[in-house]
DNA sequence: GTCCAATTTGTACAACTGTACAAATTGGAG
DNA sequence: CTCCAATTTGTACAGTTGTACAAATTGGAC
């Protein structure tokens, strides 16, 4: 009668994780929502952390995957500003767009690690740093090539605010909505990337003038 | 011998609930950290979500009222750019530094905002909820008259794009120094407020002229 | 000193957690 | 059909959770 077992729990796992957290999802809950026993969690993946460690790798692999070839595609761009636009969407778009067949969406997965990431969860943080992503280095090589002259600093923290606002356009939505008093569907996630890009294209343009003075302290 | 109990159970729960959110934080930690016993959290708030409640307020007034004060002096500035950067580090400063007597500072407190808005537990979101920030709406007008002709889809993005890496940079410090091999430094908190200004000023300033199309998609 | 309300402690409770493992079920190979 | 390994179920376990409440302790008013 059952498909596939294994695939419907690592989905569920996805989503229930995506919503609540790591530590707020229990085994059953996860079984529950596939029609299945906690048993066979166990089974399939051993311990809650080995199966996380099995999405996170399961999703994270692709989406560099994706990364890079979207990369690479707008390295070709000679126009330094229309590339810097190109190497922002490539790596944002893989974020929110499905990179595997039959999952439920990068945007699914991408809210995952965004929770994650701000649990702090001891198992959680071991396989992040174990899957620390060298992609995001190659990034900044490619980002620091359009803007000529920017410090690094400059460019590592505007790299670390373009993660910030992806993660929270994802955690978050509703904010957007309820902020513009309902005229600005913070779910529409295809404005979302527009968006994300549109802003941090700004802010790494600005760094080719490095002359800006902070007002005080 | 105990000075004031109730004063040290906020603080050293506001302290946990930072580090590792509300579901992983158990009552006994918090009890144990300030060298009581369980039975004095009951006794002094009457629930877990109700001395969230009292934290949350705890906070959050002073910090909006300081948001407010600085915003008030910001608008008296009347050169559109050198306003919206006064606007933005009224936002952003309170955050990052202490708003009243004898807390942690702020940075603390605003970590564990951004980790409760990450776990989306039905306690906290009901609590950030009812303590919607109004002044959020302020800001969002004094932005929109530094950038005029900017949309309103534009403002409230961006506005969104500012909490989220304000809250990035204080969930994942560690990331900055690891991405720049370890020649930026991700914990100091000044550099994160000058850079969180700096790129967010571009970002909006950017939305001066509205004449930029996106590539494709 | 006495007294009494405020505070703090200790303990008990039912519910839930991750994990382990024996028993039952399944489904394809021979 | 038989057989057997893979899978799924059911259940048990020790540990932890938030909450409730009686008992002990504190500390200032008189």
Redesign the pocket.
Known sequence: ??QN??EALLRNAVTLFSRSGYNAV????IAKASG?????L???FG???KLLREVYERHTVPMNARRRELLGEALRISDADQRLMAILRAYVVPAFVSSSEGDGGGAEFTRMRAVLSAEGNPDAQAIIADAFDETSRAFIKALADCVPGASLSGLVWRSQFLLGSLYYALINPDRVTRLSGGAVDGNDREAAVNQIVEASYASFRNLRVEARQYAAT
């Not at 229990?26 to 809950?29: G, I, P």
């Not at 299945?36 to 066979?40: E, R």
């Open positions: 009668m059952r077992l294994r229990s085994l059953r809950d299945a026993n906690v048993g066979s166990t089974y399939h311990s809650k952390a």
